[in-house]
């Protein structure tokens, strides 16, 4: 290995600072993002249950942690009580009004590595 010059140094040093002032900035916008996010989230989650029936609205997944969101992180719900013929027009209900995505998972027929992750997350 040859030994790094300190111009080069100075470079490398630079481009981690600025990565991590990047990282910075980027946590603050997705913990914004984070929380409207949550306000949607729980907008949904009253729709679900005076609209639809739900019974039970958990939030799961990325939105959790704003530290694993992206720009593309959606909600993703599961719910219980809602019946099969009333899906699609639950989904495109809580579409409305918000610029997140949200997935409706019937926790009641959810796969079990999808109900492992909805046990981590939080009743709405």
């Known amino acids: 290995m ?3 010059d ?4 100075e470079q490398i040093v630079a481009n981690v600072v600025a990565a991590r002032e990047g990282r910075t900035t980027f946590l603050a916008q997705m913990k914004e993002r984070q929380k409207q996010g949550w306000q949607a989230a729980h907008k949904a989650a009253v729709t679900l249950k005076e609209g639809f029936g739900a019974t039970r609205v958990v939030l799961f997944g ?7 969101m992206t720009w593309h992180s959606d909600l993703d719900l599961a719910v219980w009580g809602i019946q099969a013929e009333d ?6 209900a809580v579409e409305k009004g918000h610029p997140f995505t949200i997935d409706l998972i019937d926790a ?3 796969p079990p590595h999808i109900l492992e992750a909805i ?3 939080i009743e709405l």
């Open 2 to 4: 040859s030994p790094i």
């Open 6 to 9: 300190a111009k080069t140094r």
């Open 62 to 68: 990325s939105m959790l942690d704003h530290e694993h």
């Open 87 to 92: 899906y699609l027009r639950a989904g495109v």
């Open 108 to 110: 009641e027929t959810a």
């Open 119 to 121: 046990h981590q997350g």
